[in-house]
């Protein structure tokens, strides 16, 4: 099992920036990678990125790519969204999860709100 627990959500303008973080904690050596995710109200969960956890190799949404950077800290276990220029179309319930195989998101955090103000 790992458990998340993302933080650093809150309300923003348009064009400010924003750093969420997702601590994992549990069986971390079992993590292939982890991925942000982001829920808007009357909308489906969206991917936003992902980072393999051992090589960092990252990957992006379209959506997001040049505005947004993953990165993690193995020593903290502890997953990052730099979120910058963020405009109202971010407004979301932000999740992280964890992928421990290579196969499907298995784990999840309880989420975060972003809120951005045009």
């Known amino acids: 099992q790992v458990q998340l627990v993302e933080s650093g959500g809150g309300l923003v303008q348009a064009g400010d920036s924003l750093r969420l973080s997702c601590a994992a904690s549990?069986?971390?050596?079992?993590?292939?990678?982890m991925g942000w995710f982001r829920q808007a109200p009357g909308k489906e969960r969206e991917f936003v990125g992902h980072?393999?956890?051992?090589?960092?190799?990252?990957y992006y949404a379209d959506s997001v790519k040049g505005r947004f950077t993953i990165s993690r800290d193995n020593a903290k276990n502890t997953l990052y969204l730099h979120a910058n220029n963020l405009k109202p179309e971010d407004t979301a319930v932000y999740y992280c999860?964890?992928?421990?195989?290579?196969?499907?998101?298995?784990?999840w955090g309880q989420g975060t709100q972003v809120t951005v103000s045009s």
């Open positions: 999860a964890a992928n421990p195989s290579g196969g499907t998101y298995t784990y």
């Open positions: 549990g069986r971390t050596f079992s993590i292939y990678a």
């Open positions: 980072i393999t956890w051992s090589a960092g190799t990252t």
